[in-house]
């Protein structure tokens, strides 16, 4: 899988609707002043030249363009993606903790839920000759184990296979997968495997980085590694395997 996301969507008048959006940040005052994005500040997500130019002209035939920013925030998630909204809107009706600053004359508006999602995003045309829209390409992904509600108790492996059955293996079910404690490993270190869909798939890395550690890490604190024993080549160069 590609390490870039990449949606459709277009900006259109206040207040509009066009698909992914914003984020906001604690840097701007009461009646929200741009930051500006030069001098070196590190900002969450750029806009390329060719998307600000056309961003720039969409936001000229608006009534009001002097007043507007555009807002981008991120409203959930898509599968493996993020989803997003992009909306002009009044600068003077920014939130307090909002991220607002600047890229080139176009201000961007990130509420601050957004900022970490956005981080190292940046808003472009399609790649495609001809197809319209932007896009955002972010490198970023949702935690797909976040929509499940878990329930642990008993020893560190009966809560990492508690976590299994109720948040993570529900998760990957929807690939065809799913994965299995093997064993604990010197008490800190789980020792896992990930069979149907999951076992050699070519983004199965990304899964155990992204999902499964993320989450047994995150709710059995016992745990400080999460290890894949997986035999995803049939039997040649697992990922882990016992010294």
């Given at each position: 899988?590609?390490?870039?996301?990449?949606?459709?969507t277009t900006?259109?008048?206040?207040?509009?609707d066009t698909?992914?959006?914003p984020?906001?940040?604690?840097?701007?005052?009461a009646?929200?002043?741009?930051?500006?994005?030069?001098?070196g500040?590190?900002?969450?997500?750029?806009?390329?030249?060719?998307a600000?130019?056309?961003v720039?002209?969409?936001l000229?035939a608006?009534?009001?363009?002097?007043?507007l920013?555009?807002?981008?925030?991120?409203?959930?998630s898509?599968g493996?993606?993020?989803?997003?909204d992009?909306?002009?809107?009044e600068?003077?009706?920014?939130?307090p903790e909002d991220?607002?600053?600047n890229?080139?004359?176009?201000?961007?508006?990130i509420p601050?839920?957004?900022?970490?999602?956005?981080w190292?995003?940046?808003?472009?045309?399609?790649s495609?000759?001809?197809?319209?829209?932007?896009?955002?390409?972010?490198?970023?992904?949702p935690?797909?184990?976040s929509?499940?509600d878990v329930?642990?108790?008993g020893?560190?492996?009966e809560?990492?296979?508690?976590?299994l059955?109720?948040s993570?293996?529900?998760?990957?079910?929807s690939?065809?997968?799913?994965?299995?404690?093997?064993?604990?490993v010197?008490d800190t270190?789980?020792?896992?495997?990930?069979g149907?869909?999951?076992?050699?798939?070519?983004v199965?890395?990304?899964?155990?980085?992204?999902?499964?550690?993320?989450s047994?890490l995150?709710?059995?604190?016992?745990?400080?590694e999460?290890l894949?024993?997986?035999?995803?080549?049939a039997?040649e160069?697992p990922?882990?395997?016992?010294?």
């Amino acid at each position: 899988m590609d390490d870039t996301t990449t949606t459709d969507t277009t900006a259109t008048g206040p207040g509009a609707d066009t698909g992914p959006a914003p984020i906001v940040s604690p840097f701007a005052p009461a009646a929200p002043a741009a930051v500006p994005a030069d001098g070196g500040k590190a900002v969450p997500l750029k806009v390329s030249d060719a998307a600000l130019e056309q961003v720039m002209s969409i936001l000229a035939a608006e009534d009001d363009p002097d007043s507007l920013g555009l807002r981008i925030e991120v409203t959930g998630s898509k599968g493996a993606e993020y989803a997003y909204d992009l909306s002009f809107e009044e600068r003077a009706l920014a939130e307090p903790e909002d991220l607002v600053y600047n890229q080139g004359e176009l201000v961007v508006m990130i509420p601050i839920d957004s900022v970490d999602p956005l981080w190292g995003a940046t808003l472009d045309l399609p790649s495609a000759s001809g197809q319209g829209g932007l896009v955002i390409r972010n490198p970023n992904r949702p935690d797909p184990m976040s929509a499940y509600d878990v329930n642990l108790s008993g020893t560190v492996s009966e809560r990492i296979n508690q976590l299994l059955e109720q948040s993570i293996n529900p998760a990957l079910a929807s690939h065809g997968g799913f994965a299995k404690l093997e064993r604990i490993v010197e008490d800190t270190k789980a020792v896992v495997t990930m069979g149907g869909g999951c076992q050699g798939c070519a983004v199965s890395a990304m899964t155990l980085r992204d999902g499964i550690q993320k989450s047994i890490l995150e709710h059995i604190p016992e745990i400080t590694e999460v290890l894949d024993a997986t035999d995803h080549a049939a039997g040649e160069n697992p990922f882990y395997t016992d010294a």
